[in-house]
């Protein structure tokens, strides 16, 4: 699984929600510790191209405490190859998300290696696993929140990358089911750029001699090292390649990219069923209509940030689609690139909309150049 993190550093480079009324029969463990891992087994689940996943299983993680009113919950869902552990670091008392106002719960997305994924289904192994998309994700986590969790409605959906594009799909599917919504370093729709992006991680794996037409053999070494190293020089701008790794410490650098860069078949096929999950993501095409016309039409209040030297997801639609539902934008100005939340604290703002969403307006938060702690509100 150490690919999975390696493959873009999110855990790393976004460093820099148990208390509940009842616990549903459909759960597959009860651990009495706050944030612990827990599953949801919800049988067969159909996706939207028509497969089906069987024996799904969801994994989750519950912190803080569900107010009287059941009125303070919040979902945030992992990124591309994110584990909900991952997150837990962003929640707590006095961090993104304060859980001593808010009841969070962190999911894992499907193909995570968590969840349901290639790597772990006994029935449908590695690919044999479906394609599944964004919006499966989504389905899976209100199956969750509804028939799980009991929940009719959220405070608020939020994410980061690949979570940002499920909160984009969270307001197009279900656009009364939470008041708000935060898409961080997210899309709601993948432009041709990103599409290049994947699909050559995609081609790189399935180049490796171990792939072996989907049946690996062994451990795709070869393969996803290139793609690991496609998915560091799209992670953050050249600027900040250049500044962070001299010519004479390049051998170095690559050196410990190819360290970590190791997995078997499972971790190979999860590693292509997200990305392809990406690569089809398109919310103005599921439903029809122009992307300005899907943003109007959204009822949720959002808060969309981005970063302008995002070289791994393309922020023109998020910003297309902030114009047109007339939400304010947070704009990272980093070299950063992608992981710009590891070099501009937005932990405040976000905390500041969560609270009051008026207070919170379009603004420009500028790279001072020091590698703080995203997750700590000061």
């Known amino acids: 699984m150490r690919v999975m993190k390696n493959a873009l550093r999110f855990s790393l480079y976004f460093l820099s929600l148990l208390l509940f009324v009842s ?96 790597s772990n289904s006994k029935k449908q192994p590695l690919m044999k696993f479906p394609k599944f998309a964004i919006r499966d994700m989504v389905e899976s986590e209100h199956r969750l929140v509804t028939e799980v969790l009991h929940l009719p409605h959220l405070r608020a959906v939020m994410g980061i990358s690949m979570g940002g594009m499920q909160t984009f799909e969270w307001v197009v599917a279900y656009p009364d089911f939470m008041d708000l919504a935060i898409p961080m370093a997210g899309s709601p729709q993948s432009t041709s750029y990103d599409k290049l992006l994947w699909l050559s991680q995609i081609d790189a794996i399935e180049l490796d001699p171990a792939w072996n037409h989907g049946n690996p053999t062994g451990a795709l070494t070869h393969g996803l090292t290139v793609a690991e190293e496609i998915g560091q020089m799209n992670l953050t701008s050249p600027e900040y390649r250049v500044a962070h790794t001299s010519p004479k410490d390049f051998d170095g650098y690559v050196a410990e990219l190819k360290k970590g860069a190791a997995g078997d078949g499972g971790v190979a096929c999860d590693y292509v069923r997200q990305r392809e999950a990406i690569i089809a993501l398109d919310i103005p095409a599921e439903l029809g209509v122009s992307l300005a016309d899907v943003a109007k039409k959204v009822r949720t209040r959002l808060l969309v940030i981005v970063s302008p030297q995002d070289h791994m997801v393309n922020p023109t639609p998020a910003e297309e689609f902030a114009a047109a539902a007339g939400a304010p934008v947070i704009t990272l100005n980093s070299p950063c690139g992608h992981i710009s939340l590891d070099c501009i604290s937005v932990g405040p703002t976000v905390a500041k909309f969560l609270a009051d969403p008026a207070s919170v307006r379009t603004e420009t938060l500028h790279d001072a150049h020091k590698q703080e702690n995203w997750h700590a509100i000061r």
């Open 23 to 118: 616990v549903p029969i459909c759960v597959a463990q009860a651990p009495s510790t706050e944030g612990a891992q827990r599953f949801a087994e919800l049988g067969d689940f159909k996706l939207q191209n028509g497969g089906v996943v069987q024996d799904f299983r969801l994994g989750y993680r519950m912190l803080g405490k569900l107010n009287a009113n059941r009125s303070n919950a919040v979902l945030w869902p992992t990124w591309l190859g994110g584990k909900s552990e991952d997150l837990l670091k962003f929640v707590g008392p006095g961090k993104v998300v304060d859980t001593t106002n808010y009841f969070v719960i962190l999911v894992d997305a499907i193909g995570n290696g968590i969840s349901s994924s290639p």
